[in-house]
């Protein structure tokens, strides 16, 4: 199972709005609609931020959205914050009861 | 609340074999699967594998399969993580997460054990 592909930083600046990508296949971000993604501070844990593509867990601001499109799954943050700034992983199901990460993204708030 | 609770920090020397711990407080901890993930030291998260504590059924990652061994004990709500034989590249953060629903997402996460293999 190979990773899902992200870029490996993205920026914008405060109010700017930015889209991460997640790119699989046919196998795992194609098939099912199960990606979430998760923000982690420097030294930090990793906090759930969007799950089943689209969904926000309670307490997750709704500047944060998800979508896919094929193969394809991207995060938004509109109204970028300074405190956005973190790295990005998206997580794909692979089928039995796989799943597999994306590569991470480096966001950097201007 | 709900939390995971980790075991410790780990330094270890090669060939050596480890057992980390994955405590579960404030939820049933035999209704939910507890995954694993690594991340190695300036690198991204990688799935390890998760286990599902009621019948300690497991499914691991292609690139863990061989190398660790989950299992859980549901009657104090403990999962771990071991190795037989640790070594170097073995060095990083682990994290216990829990999954919820089946099993597509983790919205809890442990704060982490790092595990440290050097001769």
């Known amino acids: 199972q190979s990773a899902l592909t992200q870029p490996r930083s993205v920026s914008g600046s405060p109010g700017q709005s930015i889209t991460i990508s997640c790119t699989g296949t046919r196998s795992d971000v194609g098939n099912y609609n199960y990606v979430s993604w998760y923000q982690q501070h420097p030294g930090k844990v990793p906090k759930l931020m969007i799950y089943?593509?689209?969904k926000r867990p309670s307490g997750v601001p709704d500047r944060f959205s998800g979508s896919k499109s094929g193969n394809t799954a991207s995060l938004t943050i509109s109204g970028l914050q300074a405190e956005d700034e973190a790295d990005y992983y998206c997580c794909s199901y692979a089928g039995s009861y796989i799943l597999v990460f994306g590569g991470g993204t480096k966001l950097t708030v201007l | 609340e709900v939390q995971l609770v980790q075991s410790g920090a780990e330094v270890k020397k090669p060939g050596e074999s480890l057992k980390i711990s994955c405590e579960g407080s404030g939820y049933s901890f035999t209704n939910y699967w507890i995954g694993w993930v690594r991340q190695m030291p300036g690198k991204g998260l990688e799935w390890m594998g998760i286990?599902?504590?009621?019948?300690?059924?497991?499914a691991y990652g292609p690139s863990f399969q061989g190398q660790v061994t989950m299992s859980a004990d549901k009657s104090i709500s403990t999962a771990y993580l071991q190795w037989s034989s640790l070594e170097a590249s073995d060095s990083a953060m682990y994290y216990c997460a829990r999954c919820f629903g089946d099993c597509h997402a983790f919205d809890i996460w442990g704060q982490g054990t790092r595990v440290t293999v050097s001769s």
């Open positions: 286990i599902y504590p009621d019948d300690s059924y497991t």
């Open positions: 089943d593509v689209t």
